[in-house]
Each structure stands twice: as C-alpha cells, then as structure tokens.
C-alpha cells in the first residue's frame, strides 16, 4: 500500500483519535515524543494502547521518543505489545539508529519510519539507509528541530520557503529514500489555514519525487491524499507509454502524440499505475 497521508495526533489527547480516523489519512501517528509533556507521557501511553488494541480502523504508527532519552524503554514496553503497525523514530541518525531500536524491541519490532534530519550528524547519515530497508516503512524529515540544534534563527524565509541549507537537506532525503528503495514521505506543512498554500507544497512535493506526506491536521488530509493520487489522464497517459512499449519490445525511443518517449518515461509511467493502484 501507497501512504499518502499520515496524520499526527497528541498520544495524550485520546478523543482526538476517532476524529483523526475518519479523516481520510492513509495512516495516523500517535505521538509520544514532541506533542506531550513529560508528566502527560505515561498517560498517553496508555491510551495509545487501548486504542491499537480496539477495532484500529486505520493504520497506526506510533512516534515514540528519541533513543537516547529516558522515556524510551517505557515506550516500547508498552507500545510492542499493542502490535503497532509501525514506529515513527524522532533524533534518527542513520541505519545505526535503525539497528539500534530493532535491538532494544527485538523480534517485535515493526517497520520504522525515520525522522532523518533532525541532528547536524543525521544530515551525514542520508545515504545509510539502503542497508535497513528491509525494517524502513519510509523516510521523512523535518524543517524543526535541525535549525534549533546547530543555533540557526529559522529553516524559512519571509514568504514561508525554506533557506538553501534545509532545501538542501530536503533534497539529500528524497534521494537517501529512492536509493534506499523505500518511501520518501515530504514533511509538515504548519500553516493550517492556508489551504491554497498547502495545495502549492503538495503539488511541489510531488512533482520532485515525494510519495506522501505527513499531516498536522485532519483538514490537511483530503488535500494530500488529492495531491498525492494520481489522476485519469496520468494513468490514462501511463497506460498508454506502456501499451506503446509492449508493442514495440526491442525499442529504446518512440514517438507518442508527436513527442518523443523512451525508458525513463516507461519507468515513470510503470511508477504511477503502481501508486494508482488496482484499477
């Protein structure tokens, strides 16, 4: 399954979580590190638990606290045994951090889902995580958390744009993911209000590569998963690249509605009917 959408939710705020469901998000994150102060993190544990032991109608991963903290064995003692469909790994620094979360959990352990740059030293780690596949659901990154660790006064310009540095560091995620083989997933976009803007970074998102998206409000979601869907002309489109090619097996370029076409658009065409879907 594609992941287009996943929508974080505060593990300590449980009423919440019903709601968040029903938005349409391919998958949640019940979060346990940044959203939930260190007193409320015992409660939202519990309450993570009860709601991946119930009917669980989405897919639910689990953001769990830095490995290095004091709360993650709490963590993991009570989450693996709810069977979470994933782990959302904040502080990640490299396939390192990935063979260290699968030592503490053990044979439990689900796939993981790498917050990939929120340290100077995570940025230098991009390209390691082909060696953790096989235990990687995707990789994502942040624009947050990196610029308050190396003393910077923000990752954004006025108009919202990220500085050259993130876009950088933006860019080292998409490719660690497609060289990993595994999903690159665009992060947040924080302006819950500005819907047109949304629309624009998902679009942009997409257009360079990115597979999903996560979310920090249900009334993100019908927007990401729009913009991460491919539409009836693409896969008309793809369709088509693909028939061309199985007709003509042993050619490199074609010619299709007087434009050429050769591997790298049978490849981009196999790509989309695979994020299409059935159908």
């Known amino acids: 399954m594609t992941i287009r959408s996943l929508l974080f939710v505060p593990g300590d705020r449980p009423e919440r979580f019903p709601k968040a469901a029903a938005s349409g998000a ?26 991946l032991g119930g009917e669980r109608p989405v897919a639910s991963f689990v953001r769990i606290n830095p490995l290095d903290s004091e709360h993650i064995r709490a963590d993991l003692d009570t989450i693996l045994a709810a069977r979470p469909d994933g782990l959302v790994l904040p502080k990640s620094v490299g396939a390192a951090s990935i063979w260290q979360l699968i030592e503490i959990a053990g044979r439990e352990c689900p796939p993981i889902l790498p917050i990939a740059t929120e340290t100077a030293s995570a940025v230098f780690g991009l390209g390691s995580y082909g060696e953790v596949a096989d235990h990687v659901a995707g990789l994502t990154w942040g624009a947050e958390d990196l610029p308050a660790a190396i003393g910077a006064a ?69 927007v990401i998963n ?52 059935p159908g």
């Open 26 to 51: 391919d998958a949640l994150i019940l979060d346990l590190e940044d959203s939930v102060s260190p007193e409320n993190k015992p409660a939202a544990r519990a309450a993570i638990a009860q709601w």
């Open 154 to 222: 923000t990752s954004r310009n006025p108009d919202g744009s990220y500085t050259q540095p993130y876009e950088m560091v933006r860019a080292l995620t998409l490719f660690g993911a497609h060289a990993a083989g595994v999903a690159p997933i665009e992060t947040v976009y924080p302006n819950i209000a500005d819907v047109a803007g949304l629309e624009a970074y998902v679009a942009r998102g997409r257009r360079d590569g990115f597979t999903g998206m996560m979310a920090i409000h249900p009334s993100q979601v019908a």
């Open 226 to 277: 729009a913009g991460f869907t491919p539409s009836e002309a693409e896969i008309a489109h793809a369709r088509t690249v693909i028939a061309l090619f199985a007709a003509n097996p042993g050619a490199g370029a074609l010619k299709l509605d007087g434009k050429m076409v050769d591997r790298p658009h049978l490849k981009q065409a196999e790509m989309i009917l695979a994020r299409a879907g």
